[in-house]
């Protein structure tokens, strides 16, 4: 009986043992499949996992040893690279074939399959306007497309503005204007905006001439603006008419007026002569007719320099090449010139043309790029010296012939030699000059305009002699007046006698002087970098040393400041702040007219009521100088370089392009350039 309740015990601890072994094997296993696979098992603890599992007397299963080696390859390197290629090619093909086929898609929607007629409505006073006016001419009160939709039709009612030409200063108030404050109608001869910095090297064909124009319709489009292909011939200011021009197909004369609210002038300008003699045998850049008809010539004498009948000296005069003018519009052509031959030349035509080929480049100063720092003028010089472009400083043009050039230059011991230079082509780019309409403005203004280069405006960009707030002018066309003492003199004068007193024998303290001052830097913004140091100012002009300036002195100090404010250069660049400031300026004025219509406000000067005056701000100038560029960014800072320098050159007129559809065509026209070369046809 007790052997039997031993039997029993024991036989129930042997089970209790092994199921403990058992449960304690689970958790080993546990233990074990837990363990973080990058962990390396030392030797100790191998050993004691090998005890443990024979005292629990399993089996233990075969181990893999963790390592950071790579996995064995079944296969070469070389191999599995070309398996890494091919996934990458094929995957590249699938892409470019689904951008493909969605082109394809996207080309095939823009067809129309089915024409789309429908009934229009349209005024009767735009097929047939009424006429009135001066010289009972037409009157366009009514536009034939201010029906076309609901938003046109919502502008029908608003202020009339009306924009002379279509360049810089136009297109950049058209892009920035809102389109839900204006009637707008912008008339120019030409239908497309010029990227005239790009313009020297479309003469070369380093850049297509597309490339450089953009449809002037796709512009104002974005504020359901109006076009009328014609010129503007004169205006009428006191019945706000703008006189318009145009040639039907006949070719006889058909005048009408366009009436106007505001009316911005922005027609550019001319090439000045500057009084020299036989410019009918010179070509300009100014256009892109200009551009083409220069490619033309220059590719015309390279292909008649090639005939076998062509005499050594005739040969010579066709291949010589002359520009007058050291600014940067001639520089650059010079060397977009200097590029085409030295680079296409060879390649296409006899080397014997290379060897007489010659650049000559006229300038009447001391520099070439005179308006850039020194360094910078230096540097372009030697550039040029170094690719054998004859640069001839202090030089005038006398008289330009068929065949030859005369001019006359100063030599070192300052004596005027007359020369003559045989050219076969000759380009004329030597300043700007007014328009027949500025001239024709300017005369009917009288003492208002007193400028012979520009129509003069105030800050503000009003045109003087003109009824404020109704007409403006912006760019080349236009120069902002600066009269700081003329202005602030007569302030004074008014101010002493509201309160009684001779003007002659008002007396400014220091703290009269600093309001002053701060009246000229709100009027004139340019002055502000003359009027730093308003204590060494006082000090300076007040010469009785009295601690006041009176009448004289004060007059004599804005005076100085007047000679220091230079006109405000003819670029680009300052076309295109000015047409940003005028949109934000008209912007915020209609914006403010219902408030200021509120409080019977009508008349006076709402622009200084409402914005600020004008500021230019210099951003520098580049110009390009045969496969490196140059960088003036005023005040000491500027830099040249060679290729890298060029692409920087590229970058900043890449970006300033118009519109998205000339960046494409200048990028892809300089792609052509470096797998084809240039375009050399003639057409």
């Given at each position: 009986?007790?052997?039997?309740?031993?039997?029993?015990?024991?036989?129930?601890?042997?089970?209790?043992?092994?199921?403990?072994?058992?449960?304690?094997?689970?958790?080993?296993?546990?233990?074990?499949?837990?363990?973080?696979?990058?962990?390396?098992?030392?030797?100790?603890?191998?050993?004691?996992?090998?005890?443990?599992?024979?005292?629990?007397?399993?089996?233990?299963?075969?181990?893999?040893?963790?390592?950071?080696?790579?996995?064995?390859?079944?296969?070469?390197?070389?191999?599995?690279?070309?398996?890494?290629?091919?996934?990458?090619?094929?995957?590249?093909?699938?892409?470019?074939?689904?951008?493909?086929?969605?082109?394809?898609?996207?080309?095939?929607?823009?067809?129309?399959?089915?024409?789309?007629?429908?009934?229009?409505?349209?005024?009767?006073?735009?097929?047939?306007?009424?006429?009135?006016?001066?010289?009972?001419?037409?009157?366009?009160?009514?536009?034939?497309?201010?029906?076309?939709?609901?938003?046109?039709?919502?502008?029908?009612?608003?202020?009339?503005?009306?924009?002379?030409?279509?360049?810089?200063?136009?297109?950049?108030?058209?892009?920035?204007?809102?389109?839900?404050?204006?009637?707008?109608?912008?008339?120019?001869?030409?239908?497309?905006?010029?990227?005239?910095?790009?313009?020297?090297?479309?003469?070369?064909?380093?850049?297509?001439?597309?490339?450089?124009?953009?449809?002037?319709?796709?512009?104002?489009?974005?504020?359901?603006?109006?076009?009328?292909?014609?010129?503007?011939?004169?205006?009428?200011?006191?019945?706000?008419?703008?006189?318009?021009?145009?040639?039907?197909?006949?070719?006889?004369?058909?005048?009408?007026?366009?009436?106007?609210?505001?009316?911005?002038?922005?027609?550019?300008?001319?090439?000045?002569?500057?009084?020299?003699?036989?410019?009918?045998?010179?070509?300009?850049?100014?256009?892109?007719?200009?551009?083409?008809?220069?490619?033309?010539?220059?590719?015309?004498?390279?292909?008649?320099?090639?005939?076998?009948?062509?005499?050594?000296?005739?040969?010579?005069?066709?291949?010589?090449?002359?520009?007058?003018?050291?600014?940067?519009?001639?520089?650059?052509?010079?060397?977009?010139?200097?590029?085409?031959?030295?680079?296409?030349?060879?390649?296409?035509?006899?080397?014997?043309?290379?060897?007489?080929?010659?650049?000559?480049?006229?300038?009447?100063?001391?520099?070439?790029?005179?308006?850039?720092?020194?360094?910078?003028?230096?540097?372009?010089?030697?550039?040029?010296?170094?690719?054998?472009?004859?640069?001839?400083?202090?030089?005038?043009?006398?008289?330009?012939?068929?065949?030859?050039?005369?001019?006359?230059?100063?030599?070192?011991?300052?004596?005027?030699?007359?020369?003559?230079?045989?050219?076969?082509?000759?380009?004329?780019?030597?300043?700007?000059?007014?328009?027949?309409?500025?001239q024709a403005l300017a005369a009917k203004l009288g003492d208002a305009q007193t400028n012979r280069h520009a129509l003069e405006t105030d800050t503000h960009l009003r045109l003087n002699g003109t009824r404020l707030g109704d007409v403006y002018a912006i760019g080349d066309c236009s120069t902002v007046q600066n009269n700081v003492a003329d202005h602030i003199v007569t302030f004074l004068r008014v101010q002493a006698w509201k309160h009684g007193k001779d003007p002659e024998n008002v007396e400014l303290k220091f703290s009269d002087w600093r309001d002053v001052a701060e009246k000229v830097r709100t009027r004139f913004p340019q002055a502000v970098g003359h009027l730093k140091r308003l204590d060494k100012l006082f000090q300076e002009y007040d010469k009785d040393q009295s601690g006041t300036l009176d009448f004289g002195e004060l007059r004599e100090l804005l005076k100085q400041i007047d000679s220091k404010l230079t006109s405000l250069p003819a670029t680009a660049q300052?076309?295109?702040?000015?047409?940003?400031?005028?949109?934000?300026?008209?912007?915020?004025?209609?914006?403010?007219?219902?408030?200021?219509?509120?409080?019977?406000?009508?008349?006076?000067?709402?622009?200084?009521?409402?914005?600020?005056?004008?500021?230019?701000?210099?951003?520098?100038?580049?110009?390009?100088?045969?496969?490196?560029?140059?960088?003036?960014?005023?005040?000491?800072?500027?830099?040249?370089?060679?290729?890298?320098?060029?692409?920087?050159?590229?970058?900043?007129?890449?970006?300033?392009?118009?519109?998205?559809?000339?960046?494409?065509?200048?990028?892809?026209?300089?792609?052509?350039?470096?797998?084809?070369?240039?375009?050399?046809?003639?057409?």
């Amino acid at each position: 009986m007790l052997n039997a309740r031993h039997a029993a015990r024991l036989s129930s601890g042997t089970a209790a043992s092994l199921a403990g072994r058992s449960r304690n094997a689970k958790q080993t296993r546990t233990l074990f499949t837990k363990l973080p696979q990058a962990t390396t098992v030392t030797q100790n603890t191998r050993h004691a996992a090998s005890r443990t599992w024979r005292l629990l007397g399993l089996r233990q299963a075969p181990t893999r040893q963790l390592s950071g080696a790579p996995l064995p390859q079944r296969s070469s390197r070389l191999l599995n690279w070309g398996y890494r290629a091919a996934a990458v090619f094929g995957s590249t093909i699938a892409v470019l074939g689904v951008g493909v086929v969605g082109f394809f898609l996207y080309d095939a929607s823009t067809y129309k399959l089915h024409a789309s007629r429908e009934d229009i409505k349209v005024s009767p006073l735009a097929l047939n306007p009424r006429r009135g006016g001066p010289k009972n001419l037409p009157i366009i009160e009514v536009c034939i497309d201010d029906d076309d939709d609901e938003e046109r039709q919502k502008q029908k009612e608003k202020p009339r503005l009306v924009i002379l030409g279509g360049g810089w200063g136009g297109v950049a108030l058209l892009k920035e204007l809102n389109p839900d404050n204006y009637h707008v109608t912008v008339i120019s001869p030409t239908n497309y905006f010029l990227f005239t910095p790009m313009l020297p090297s479309a003469t070369v064909g380093t850049l297509g001439l597309r490339s450089l124009v953009e449809p002037i319709r796709n512009i104002i489009s974005g504020v359901k603006g109006h076009f009328i292909l014609a010129s503007a011939e004169d205006v009428d200011f006191s019945c706000r008419l703008v006189e318009v021009t145009q040639k039907n197909l006949r070719g006889e004369e058909e005048r009408f007026y366009v009436p106007y609210d505001k009316l911005v002038i922005a027609v550019g300008s001319v090439t000045n002569s500057h009084g020299v003699k036989g410019l009918e045998n010179c070509s300009f850049l100014k256009d892109i007719n200009d551009a083409r008809d220069i490619r033309n010539k220059v590719i015309k004498n390279l292909e008649l320099s090639c005939l076998p009948t062509i005499p050594d000296d005739e040969r010579k005069r066709l291949l010589s090449f002359v520009v007058c003018g050291g600014g940067p519009t001639g520089v650059e052509f010079a060397a977009e010139l200097y590029d085409l031959l030295n680079e296409d030349l060879t390649e296409l035509f006899p080397r014997l043309l290379r060897n007489e080929i010659s650049v000559h480049l006229i300038q009447s100063r001391g520099h070439i790029l005179n308006t850039y720092d020194e360094n910078i003028s230096k540097y372009a010089e030697d550039r040029f010296a170094r690719d054998q472009v004859h640069v001839l400083t202090n030089a005038r043009v006398a008289e330009i012939r068929p065949d030859s050039i005369v001019f006359t230059q100063k030599t070192e011991d300052n004596k005027i030699v007359t020369k003559e230079l045989p050219m076969g082509f000759c380009l004329w780019s030597t300043g700007v000059s007014q328009t027949s309409l500025c001239q024709a403005l300017a005369a009917k203004l009288g003492d208002a305009q007193t400028n012979r280069h520009a129509l003069e405006t105030d800050t503000h960009l009003r045109l003087n002699g003109t009824r404020l707030g109704d007409v403006y002018a912006i760019g080349d066309c236009s120069t902002v007046q600066n009269n700081v003492a003329d202005h602030i003199v007569t302030f004074l004068r008014v101010q002493a006698w509201k309160h009684g007193k001779d003007p002659e024998n008002v007396e400014l303290k220091f703290s009269d002087w600093r309001d002053v001052a701060e009246k000229v830097r709100t009027r004139f913004p340019q002055a502000v970098g003359h009027l730093k140091r308003l204590d060494k100012l006082f000090q300076e002009y007040d010469k009785d040393q009295s601690g006041t300036l009176d009448f004289g002195e004060l007059r004599e100090l804005l005076k100085q400041i007047d000679s220091k404010l230079t006109s405000l250069p003819a670029t680009a660049q300052r076309a295109h702040q000015q047409g940003l400031y005028l949109a934000h300026k008209l912007n915020k004025m209609a914006r403010a007219a219902e408030e200021l219509r509120a409080n019977d406000i009508v008349e006076g000067d709402m622009d200084a009521a409402v914005y600020k005056a004008f500021e230019y701000k210099h951003l520098g100038s580049l110009a390009y100088v045969g496969n490196s560029a140059v960088f003036d960014f005023g005040e000491g800072w500027n830099f040249a370089g060679g290729l890298w320098a060029v692409y920087a050159w590229r970058s900043i007129y890449f970006a300033q392009s118009v519109s998205f559809r000339t960046r494409v065509l200048m990028a892809m026209d300089w792609a052509k350039r470096s797998l084809f070369g240039r375009d050399l046809m003639s057409y």
